[in-house]
DNA sequence: ATTAAGGTTCTCAATAATGAGAACTCCATA
DNA sequence: TATGGAGTTCTCATTATTGAGAACCTTAAT
């Protein structure tokens, strides 16, 4: 499935070596962080309902590609568009929520 | 701001009236309730902020009138990257669930 | 009655996301 | 070792979203 969905230990060491500190690289860092998980939550109500790529693509009318574009955790195009399409086909709905900015807590 | 925001007794008749019963209209109404929510979710942090359309268009680098299309409630072209850049300017973030189906209760 | 601020609606060009197919890898397993 | 299923990566055409400006409506203040 993925490329960037470190260990939560790897991820830590990660954010305190090269991005603590840095307001722009922050900010980014947490786009990324964005991006994985919703890669990884496809990913994981995909194969919870027991599906290929390939079933899932033919239940909202796409392909392969594109459900594997989907769960790669560098994928940066999400629309909600799309996440309505995958959430319908597997029974759930989107939740949008404004919460907080995250205070990033490292150790 | 609004032009489809009922009250919710208002939007609980209609809903009975034209809606309940049939999937695919069930579907599109789940939809632009969707899209109302968001719209108002962003007029209600503007305004908490205190900022003109203008005043935040500036802060993610754009205008009044993508801003006013963004707080229509009939606007159906919502983006992931556009709603973090309004989370980004307002110190919020984005929080993206897949949750259960709703089961719509209507009184 | 003018003026200006805030908001809305409309266009159209520019940019970004999607659909789709091909070519590829990695594993089973026949 | 070959065949096929599942997944990945690439490309490019199509479609959808965004940027931007203009024209317009209200409302409040001058």
Redesign the interface.
Known sequence: MAKKTFSSKASAFLYKRYVAGDPARE?SY??EV?NA??AR?IYA?RTKAGLTQQELASRIGTTKSAICRLEDADYD?????M??R???A?????????????KLRVA
Chains 1, 2 share one sequence.
């Not at 195009?77 to 568009?81: A, F, Q, T, V």
């Not at 597997?90 to 995250?102: M, T």
């Open positions: 900010q947490e786009e964005i998980e919703i939550k109500l195009g999400h629309s909600l568009s996440l309505k995958i959430a319908e597997l029974d759930k709905r989107v939740q949008i929520r404004f919460v907080p900015a995250k």
